[in-house]
């Protein structure tokens, strides 16, 4: 069982920057490949950006924010990063970490792949 909390969201104008964390704890948390999704009122849950831990170099994101976002992991502290920089209103969303095992180059960015969850974190941007 492995149990994430995020923190970090907030209410920030457009251009704005917002670091996400997500800490991770229980058995063998470290082991597992981590991701970033959102879901925007009245929308299903998208796939932000993942991080996989065969290697903390190999990361992925969609395409809207490429350039903008970025993700990271401390393995000392059991935490992912989401840095949101020049943050836009279409951002706006709750965001949610992800924990799986299972990932690979053709599923990581579907919300099956992963196990656990964590609770979310509301990011706003205001125009």
């Known amino acids: 069982q492995v149990q994430l909390v995020e923190s970090g969201g907030g209410l920030v104008q457009a251009g704005g920057s917002l670091r996400l964390s997500c800490t991770a704890s229980?058995?063998?948390?470290?082991?597992?490949?981590m991701g970033w999704f959102r879901q925007a009122p009245g929308k299903e849950r998208e796939f932000v950006a993942a991080?996989?831990?065969?290697?903390?170099?190999?990361?992925s994101y969609t395409d809207s924010v490429k350039g903008r976002f970025t993700i990271s992991r401390d393995y000392a502290k059991n935490t992912v990063y989401l840095q949101m920089n020049s943050l836009e209103p279409e951002d706006t969303a709750i965001y949610y970490c992800a924990a799986g095992r299972g990932l690979s180059v053709g599923n990581y960015n579907n919300t099956g792949t992963y196990n656990y969850w964590g609770q979310g974190t509301q990011v706003t941007v205001s125009s």
């Open positions: 991080i996989f831990s065969w290697t903390t170099s190999s990361t």
């Open positions: 229980g058995r063998a948390a470290s082991s597992y490949s």
